[in-house]
């Protein structure tokens, strides 16, 4: 906790150090953001009954884009588009797959629960050592996140019977690759004050309550979390 503290007090947002870290973290989230924008529009195609809603949430995912983008500016950061959009194949490829085949369940298991959750977890992890202008975009935008969060699971509860077996196997392919994921920004997210454990712990925290929301029971999210260790 002291380290942490001295860590935060040495924090130079102007530094060269931390503006490389940044060109990374900012670009992922950007890219990010993105890909939530292109998969609410997806969904609304193939849930016609929450066409609206889904849309709505599209809009709500440029409006974060645009914000992250004027985090870097206000650092005069410029972001690493190309290595965010390597970063997010793995998610992106598996996403544009299940759609493709009308597999609603996994579009919403990578969308709705791994995306959101992981972006909740970075932006809980970052608004206590963010800067002051990205600290106010931040917490504005994770408010909107448990928000899309909460479509995927409602419409998973709704439907838990028939998505389970679904949900298993997406989750058993699609999370390994969030950890990939958590180790390929852990020494960036590091530089700028953000513990690797701490967002892994963040993650499974939100990740888990999801399942458990769904209906899942505590034996099963032992076990899905457990697979994502394993299966790659
Ligand atoms: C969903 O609405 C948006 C998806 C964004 C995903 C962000 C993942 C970020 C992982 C990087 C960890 C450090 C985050 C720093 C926050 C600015
Ligand atoms: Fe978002
Ligand atoms: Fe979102």
Redesign the pocket.
């Known amino acids: 906790m002291q380290q942490l503290a001295d860590q935060f007090k040495e924090l130079d947002f102007k530094s060269e150090t931390y503006k490389d870290a940044y060109s990374r973290?900012?670009a992922?989230?950007i890219?990010?953001?993105q890909?939530?924008h292109e998969n609410y529009i997806t969904l609304a195609q193939l849930l016609p009954e929450s066409h609206d809603e889904l849309i709505r949430l599209s809009k709500?995912?440029s409006r974060?884009k645009k914000g992250?983008e004027a985090?870097g500016r206000n650092l005069q950061v410029t972001p690493d588009l190309q290595f965010a959009k390597e970063f997010f194949s793995g998610l992106h490829q598996n996403f544009q797959a299940a759609a493709a085949a009308g597999k609603v369940v996994t579009c919403l298991l990578i969308?709705s629960l791994i995306?959101?959750c992981?972006?909740i977890?970075?932006?809980n992890?970052?608004i206590p050592v963010?800067d002051d202008f990205?600290r106010k975009i931040?917490e504005g935008?994770v408010k909107?996140?448990y928000s899309?969060l909460n479509f995927g699971e409602v419409w998973l509860k709704e439907h838990f019977t028939e998505a389970k077996a679904e949900l298993e196997l997406a989750n058993r392919q699609n999370l390994p690759i969030v950890w990939r994921?958590?180790n390929q920004?852990a020494d960036?997210?590091q530089t700028?004050a953000?513990e690797k454990d701490a967002?892994v712990e963040d993650f499974m925290i939100q990740y888990g309550e999801a399942l458990s929301n769904i209906g899942f029971t505590t034996r099963d999210i032992m076990r899905l979390s457990a697979y994502g260790l394993i299966a790659a």
Do not use: K, S
Request: net charge negative; hydrophobic share 55%.
């Open positions: 973290i900012n992922i989230v890219e990010g953001e890909e939530a709500m995912e974060h992250f985090c969308q995306i959101e992981f972006a977890a970075a932006y992890i970052y963010a990205a931040t935008v909107d996140e899309h994921m958590l920004v960036d997210a700028m953000m967002l």
